[in-house]
């Protein structure tokens, strides 16, 4: 199984600024995700990380929000851009491949924004 | 699109008891489910997840889930509760074009609590 580092684990940050969570998979992955869980929802999808390309983004995510890289099989990064209080969230990166069917979890990024 | 629904947002259990937790989705072909889960502070935990075959698949910890493609149900099931059991647990389905690339959606969750 794949093993995940997320960084930072948690941070307080003043709105208006930007943040970048890195991901690290300790293999090569073909598939990378990032996932936004706001306090007490569910996971929600932001967008697949692509090696190499531009990030595809699903529906009420924007590029210029949360621009994404992925240079290599093994790393990803979340920026979070022009933060709100209502970005508050934890961020969490996922990376699966087509050897073990399921999807492997970062510990996750907890960020507070004020 | 696919969707998950759990109708349970939290559950109180005593310890030593049996455990069901509720599973419905909605999907136009065989879906990939799974359950993960999440204790407090700490990332997901995959539990035990359903590609095809045997209808009832056994994960870690003790757990199990009955995948019936009848009632578009993945209920997940323990025999018996420990009081570290107490999390938040999430129901998801996987669905793409290609095998692996499957992106997850996932239900609200349920919140497990349990009493001595």
């Known amino acids: 199984s794949a093993v995940i580092s997320q960084k930072p684990s948690r941070d307080i940050c003043q709105r208006g600024t930007s943040l970048t969570i890195q991901c690290q998979v300790d293999?090569?992955?073909?598939?990378m995700f990032w996932y936004r869980q706001q306090p007490g929802q569910s996971l929600t999808l932001i967008a697949t990380a692509n090696q190499g390309s531009e990030a595809t983004y699903e529906s009420g995510f924007v590029i210029d929000k949360f621009p994404i890289s992925r240079p290599n099989l093994t790393f990803s990064t979340l920026t979070v851009s022009n933060m709100s209080p209502e970005d508050s969230s934890i961020y969490l990166c996922?990376?699966?491949?087509?050897?073990?069917?399921?999807?492997?979890f970062g510990q996750g990024t907890r960020l507070t924004v004020v | 699109a696919q969707s998950v629904t759990q109708p349970d947002i939290h559950i109180t259990v005593s310890e030593g008891a049996s455990l069901e937790l509720r599973c419905n989705y909605s999907?136009?072909?065989?879906?990939?489910l799974f359950w993960y889960v999440q204790s407090p502070g700490q990332g997901l935990q995959l539990l035990l997840k359903?590609?095809?075959?045997?209808?009832l698949v056994q994960g870690i910890k003790g757990f199990e889930a009955e995948f019936k493609r009848s009632q578009s149900s993945f209920n997940l099931r323990k025999p018996s509760v420990h009081w570290s059991d107490a999390a938040e647990y999430f129901c998801a389905v996987g669905a793409g074009t290609n095998f692996g690339n499957e992106k997850l959606t996932f239900g609200t969750g349920t919140r497990l609590t349990i009493i001595p």
């Open positions: 996922s990376a699966k491949d087509r050897v073990n069917t399921e999807a492997f």
């Open positions: 293999s090569q992955v073909t598939m």
């Open positions: 999907y136009g072909a065989t879906p990939y």
């Open positions: 359903y590609f095809s075959g045997d209808t």
